[in-house]
Every structure is written in C-alpha cells, then in structure tokens.
T-cell receptor, first 109, second 122 residues
Framework: EIVLTQSPGTLSLSPGERATLSCRTSLSVSSKYLTWYQQKPGQAPRLLLYGASSRATGIPDRFSGSGSGADFTLTISRLEPEDFAVYYC??????????FGQGTKLEIK | QLQLQESGPGLVKPSETLSLNCGVSGGSITSRGYYWAWIRQPPGKGLEWIASFYYSGSTYYNPSLESRVTISGDTSKNQVSLELNSVTAADTAVYYCAGTDYNAFQYGLAVWGQGTTITVSS
C-alpha cells in the first residue's frame, strides 16, 4: 500500500502570496496516477489537477502541479481569498484503488 | 453534465446495515470509460476511499472494509449503491459518491455528490 504524506499540515499565507504544497508517496509512482483536490468547509472535494499537472475543467491557471517519482507539488501562484481551503493529494493504485494524503490546510495569515 | 445525488437514512443503529444510493443524471453508469466511487469523511478528518464500481461491472474494495462492504450498479435506476454491514460508531461520516470519465480525467474523480451525513448511534 502506498502512503501519501502531505506537508505542511497547515500553511498560513496572505492573499497575493505564493503557496507551495507537498505530497510525498512512500514508493515511486507514475505521475499519471497523482491527483489533487480542494475542499472547502461543508463542501465536497473538487478536482483540481489530474495526472499531477493537468488542470480540471474550470480550474484557474494560478493552480499548477509538478513532480515525479515520489515528490509532487501543488503551487498556487497568487492566492485569492477563495483559495483558502484544505488540499488533498490522491494516488490511484492497485490496492487500495484510491489512497489520500491527510491534507494540508491553507489558512489566511 | 454529470450530476450525482446521494441518499441515505441519516441515522443507523450499531450492528445494523447501512444502505446508500447514488443517483446519476447526465450520463449512464455503464457508459464506456466511466467509473464510480464511494468515499467517506469522518467528522474533522480526511478522506477514505470505500469502494469503486466500473462501467464494465467490475468492483473494487478498500481492503480495510472489504469484509463489510458491497458496491453495485442498477442500470434500470441508473444508480450506484453501497451497503456497509455491522456498522459501529467509527462508521459515522459524510459519505460521498464520486464519478469520472477516464477518457477526460484519467484517474481523477471529477464529479462529486454533495454528500450524505451518516450517524451510527443507538
């Protein structure tokens, strides 16, 4: 089973700043199986990036993803007020099919 | 546009069976390339995948829950259902139905229902 570890647990930044969120997998994985979601309080998660770097429909280009092997990064180039939320990375594998990281809370400083 | 709507009992007694339905509109559950999943989130915690149903009829389960879970698809109702038996308080969570078109989003779950809150309590 692949374990996903996200860091930091909480990130405190101000609107306009750049956010860098990390997701590390316990084994090297193909980037095509790495996905990022955003979740706001009381809402379902929203797909942000699939295949590590491809933006889902309607996702602004300030969101970008990169990485390979066991290290992946979600970058928000310039934070907007609506970007403060919890972010999860997820891996698609054999068993279990879906593994999630524990999440990074992006909060307003 | 694909939309998902979960339905469930809200409250379930310990040791009973939880039954959830996910109604799908805007697409067929058996459309080639589509797959569906149930995911839950305990209060204040992260996301846990429970099970998946593929357009082909294939099913996959989280090993930690496999002995208690059944996922199925009903083409006549165009819905994906989940049964979780022998529930305990640890099964209290918001249960989400999610789905995607592999051809568009590969392994990312693109569409989610709003979630249904399930409380296990006597």
């Amino acid at each position: 089973e692949i374990v996903l570890t996200q860091s930091p647990g909480t990130l405190s930044l101000s609107p306009g700043e750049r956010a860098t969120l990390s997701c590390r997998t316990s084994l090297s994985v193909s980037s095509k199986y790495l996905t990022w979601y955003q979740q706001k309080p009381g809402q379902a998660p929203r797909l942000l990036l699939y295949g590590a770097s491809s933006r889902a429909t309607g996702i602004p280009d300030r969101f970008s993803g990169s990485g390979s092997g066991a290290d992946f990064t979600l970058t928000i180039s310039r934070l907007e007020p609506e970007d403060f939320a919890v972010y999860y990375c997820q891996h698609y594998g054999n068993s279990p099919r879906y593994s999630f990281g524990q999440g990074t809370k992006l909060e307003i400083k | 546009q694909l939309q998902l709507q979960e339905s469930g009992p809200g409250l379930v007694k310990p040791s009973e069976t939880l039954s959830l339905n996910c109604g799908v509109s805007g697409g067929s559950i058996t459309s080639r390339g589509y797959y569906w999943a149930w995911i839950r989130q305990p209060p204040g915690k992260g996301l846990e995948w429970i099970a998946s149903f593929y357009y082909s009829g294939s099913t996959y389960y989280n090993p930690s829950l496999e002995s208690r879970v059944t996922i199925s698809g009903d083409t006549s109702k165009n819905q994906v259902s989940l049964e979780l038996n022998s529930v305990t308080a640890a099964d209290t969570a918001v249960y989400y139905c999610a789905g995607t078109d592999y051809n568009a989003f590969q392994y990312g779950l693109a569409v989610w229902g709003q979630g249904t809150t399930i409380t296990v309590s006597s």
